[in-house]
């Protein structure tokens, strides 16, 4: 451990990166927050509408982030071997593929919102005000793709910064128009919901213009590909992308989408239940951005140094990232226990029911943060960071669908547990992982330079 704070190339290097990265997380989970605090004086049906629309926006997002995440893999390895050329290719591929995604889901929310809504819920005005959500922002799933896809590339070669600016932009641009829009301020309409989405629609688009603009005012930077060096691809190259990045877009595909059946189970609880945990989500969210901040960091630094040949070097930073992230999971753990009922306060309009159980659900996340937090650097870290794809796609699918959506189902629809208890089953997917995940990282199997068939 000593040897630990005396290296101030990991030091300098995980600070550079990850501080970055957690600033973003935080702007983007405090962003979530403004929308649910200003959407909380709305009422409880608003709160779970909205939260339930966002499911089909987080299955989406973390789709297009798996294919972005797959691309990284590379895009850090490739940066340690200083080619830039298939840097350009793998940005472009990963753009294309996500734009794909985005304009599927924009049809299937513009055109059948109320069909997804009762995915969810049976209750008539939660579906209407979903829906009507749901159809407006949709248009900003193809615009938030590349956005995407930009700013995890950027940080896959370390220049955290960018995403970080324009993500601060975006939250200040979508709090001004939700304050405008759903309340009605300076002379415009007060819409409610559909005041949130435009807001939400409008941020989108100032983010996806100063993310490009960022990257192409260098023309000499190292992502501002043309079109020909962004689609210079072949099929050998494509296979190659696919055979590495396949692992991590399933995994986050059917990660999400197990996440979604949890929504449904919770949701079948009641409109409570729904919306104490779209209170508990946001939050948690707020509490998980130095995880993913330092996870980020380490998939770009032990790609990197696995790139440039330094195996034993990411093997040590890989340790020493898992130490950082238990640590502070236990730290902010007990600082989300004891602060549970200062943040409840600030939503507004909370019935004493749903104060209650949001409080009770936000017990259950302190107790177990630390392991959220180990098995996010674990997984996104350093199995995905070392190119071990397959295992960590197993590992985590295997867990939430064998382990967690049974117990969510059983509990809310069997045992019909009250939803916190749910949730503390739901948990124990976690629990399972870290106990499989660790003999993996101990074994150092992990480690593979995906970079040699490119």
Do not use: H
Request: aromatic letters at 12%; proline letters at 2%.
């Amino acid at each position: 451990m000593k040897s630990f704070w005396k290296d101030k190339v990991f030091l300098k290097s995980m600070i550079a990166i990850a501080l970055p990265i957690t600033l973003q997380n935080l702007i983007t989970s405090s962003l979530n927050m403004v929308d649910t605090l200003m959407i909380s004086s709305l009422g409880e049906a608003s709160i779970a509408g909205v939260g339930l629309a966002n499911q089909i926006y987080f299955f989406y997002s973390v789709l297009v982030f798996g294919v972005a995440s797959g691309a990284s893999i590379f895009i850090a390895q490739l940066w340690g071997k200083e080619d830039t050329s298939n840097i350009k290719r793998i940005l472009g591929l990963s753009t294309s593929l996500s734009s794909m995604i985005g304009l599927i889901f924009t049809i299937l929310a513009f055109f059948t919102p109320q069909y997804l809504m009762r995915i969810f819920t049976k209750d008539v005005e939660v579906i209407k005000i979903g829906s009507d959500y749901l159809r407006i922002v949709s248009f900003s799933y193809i615009i938030n793709a590349v956005s995407i896809s930009y700013g995890v590339a950027s940080r896959s070669i370390g220049d955290a910064k960018m995403p970080m600016r324009v993500s601060g932009i975006s939250f200040l641009v979508n709090t001004f128009f939700n304050w405008l829009l759903i309340f009605g301020k300076l002379g415009f309409p007060a819409l409610g919901v559909k005041g949130a989405a435009y807001g939400t629609l409008i941020a989108r688009i100032v983010e996806v213009i100063f993310t490009l603009y960022a990257i192409y005012s260098d023309r000499q930077g190292v992502l501002a590909g043309n079109i020909k060096e962004l689609t210079s691809w072949n099929k050998d190259f494509i296979f190659s992308f696919l055979k590495t990045s396949y692992p991590v877009i399933l995994n986050e595909g059917f990660w999400s989408l197990g996440m979604v059946m949890y929504s449904i189970a919770y949701a079948r609880i009641g409109k409570e239940a729904a919306a104490a945990v779209q209170i508990s989500n946001t939050v948690l969210n707020v509490f998980m951005v130095i995880a993913r901040g330092l996870a980020n960091a380490c998939t770009v630094m032990v790609g990197n140094k696995i790139g440039a040949g330094e195996e034993d070097e990411a093997i040590t930073y890989g340790m020493r990232y898992l130490i950082i992230a238990t640590t502070s999971g236990i730290l902010l753990g007990i600082v989300l226990y004891f602060s549970s009922d200062l943040i409840l306060k600030m939503f507004r309009n909370l019935t004493p029911e749903l104060y209650n159980t949001s409080k009770k659900m936000l017990t259950v996340i302190a107790l177990f943060f630390f392991v959220k937090t180990f098995n996010a650097t674990m997984i996104v870290g350093i199995l995905r960071g070392g190119g071990d794809t397959t295992f960590s796609m197993l590992l985590e699918l295997g867990t939430v669908w064998l382990v967690g959506v049974p117990l969510a189902f059983i509990g809310a629809l069997v045992l019909k547990l009250p939803v916190y208890l749910v949730q503390v089953l739901i948990t124990a997917d976690e629990v399972v992982k870290a106990i499989i995940g660790i003999p993996r990282i101990v074994s150092k199997k992990w480690v593979r330079n995906v970079t040699e068939s490119i």
